[in-house]
């Protein structure tokens, strides 16, 4: 009876329902979470696009306003925020996409966090829908204390546009929600397994986990580019503040606002500059706060970058503890020649008592040598050799070992298949 072909044999082997389930018309589980993956990073992509418009277009329409080239009311003024508030739709709409793939990622992975989700989508909604509207919307100014430009407490209008344009600085978050998808892209090739790992030693993988890989990657760079941003959304809110409530004052210029909100932030404070209106109060408060706190950050930054390692540390433990062996040694040869020249001259007396005040001085050079090498370790190489010996030596030992081991085995199963016949 002849016998199937190998290829027939698997062919049969294989159930029906699982040569369905593994053509490209029932696709696995994994590959749905992984086009899950692939549309939420698109999504996240277009999101921080759209608010990289709306912001752009944000700064133009202010500046375009402030240096008084155009009016609130002009076709202008009206069509770059119409593309402020179309930029500001699409991102909406992202940003709704976005947690329904994060929803369906969460679904494959067995992963049950409706509310959370929910709860980010509404606070991702609620602080990019406030934005500059086309049109001229006026509130009454805020009671002002005792200066130049308000000595008699009155309430004047301001445009709405200053106010709403400050919220469009909290859509920085999403530039760290692209370097993350970025970095998760690039680092974990293989993500199902990053995930497995990461649910073993409970690490969540996700923005805080990238700003601190690229904190401890790029400690500098991060420092540097966390400090640029502060200073100049910070700056430019200063200026919006200013601006927007008296028109023509000095801190209109951005430099000048550069400048006071680098002053604030070192807590330093000349006075040459302060901020009249309630908002640039506000910002120049936070600009102290942040100072403070990141401030201390680059410090230990700092501080940690020159640390030395562990084997920096120890290298300088085995010169500092070779150092005072020498010098032991030394003291001990010194004691030792002074003694016996002492010995030798002993009819001389002026010789004498010099080699002998040298031999109590060397005497006392040991001692205190001796004193201080008590409580240390000693550290040779020669000690570190005879540990390197017996590693090799046990290695060996256990290859040895091993050997037996795989020679007793292959004996067992060949007195095994010749025990039948």
Not at 83 to 111: C, D, M, P, W
Not at 201 to 225: E, G
Not at 256 to 276: A, C
Not at 344 to 351: D, L, P, T, V
């Amino acid at each position: 009876m002849e016998l199937p072909d190998r290829g027939q044999r698997r062919c049969k082997s294989i159930p029906a329902s699982r040569v369905a389930f593994s053509s490209p018309l029932y696709p696995t589980i994994l590959g749905l979470r992984e086009n899950a993956i692939r549309n939420r990073r698109r999504c996240v992509y277009l999101k921080c696009l759209m608010a990289s418009i709306g912001m752009v277009f944000m700064v133009v329409e202010g500046e375009l306003f402030i240096s008084k080239a155009v009016e609130k009311n002009s076709l202008t003024s009206n069509a770059l925020k119409a593309v402020v508030s179309i930029s500001t739709a699409f991102l909406l709409g992202f940003i709704v996409l976005h947690y329904k793939y994060q929803r369906q990622i969460e679904r494959y992975s067995n992963q049950s966090r409706t509310l959370r989700c929910c709860g980010e989508m509404l606070l991702e909604i609620l602080v990019c829908i406030a934005h500059p509207f086309p049109g001229s919307m006026k509130i009454p100014k805020p009671l002002q204390t005792m200066t130049k430009e308000s000595a008699d407490l009155t309430r004047e209008y301001v445009h709405v546009d200053g106010y709403l344009s400050l919220f469009l600085v909290f859509r920085f978050y999403l530039f760290c929600q692209v370097t993350s998808e970025w970095l998760s892209s690039k680092l974990f090739s293989n993500r199902t397994l990053a995930k497995h790992l990461a649910g073993l030693t409970r690490v969540r993988l996700n923005s805080a986990f990238m700003m601190k890989y690229l904190l401890f990657r790029y400690p500098f760079q991060f420092v540097i580019f966390i400090l640029l941003i502060v200073l100049i959304t910070n700056s430019y809110a200063m200026q919006t503040c200013e601006s927007y409530t008296f028109p023509g004052s000095e801190m209109s210029s951005f430099l000048n606002s550069l400048w006071l909100v680098m002053i604030t932030f070192l807590t330093i404070g000349y006075g040459d500059f302060y901020p009249v209106s309630f908002c640039g109060r506000c910002v120049s408060a936070a600009t102290g706060f942040l100072g403070i706190g990141i401030t201390g950050f680059i410090f230990s930054v700092f501080v940690h970058h020159f640390e030395m390692n562990r084997d920096e540390k120890y290298l300088l433990k085995f010169s500092t503890e070779e150092r005072r062996k020498h010098r032991r040694r030394v003291a001990a040869s010194n004691v030792i020649k002074c003694f016996y020249k002492a010995a030798k001259c002993k009819g001389e007396k002026s010789e004498y008592l010099t080699y002998k005040e040298r031999f109590w001085k060397a005497v006392g050079v040991m001692k205190r040598s001796a004193k201080k090498c008590r409580n240390q370790h000693d550290i040779d190489l020669i000690d570190i050799q005879r540990t390197v010996q017996d590693i090799e030596k046990r290695q060996n030992e256990i290859h040895a070992i091993l050997c037996e081991m795989r020679a007793s085995m292959k004996t067992d199963e060949n007195s095994n298949k010749k025990s039948p016949q």
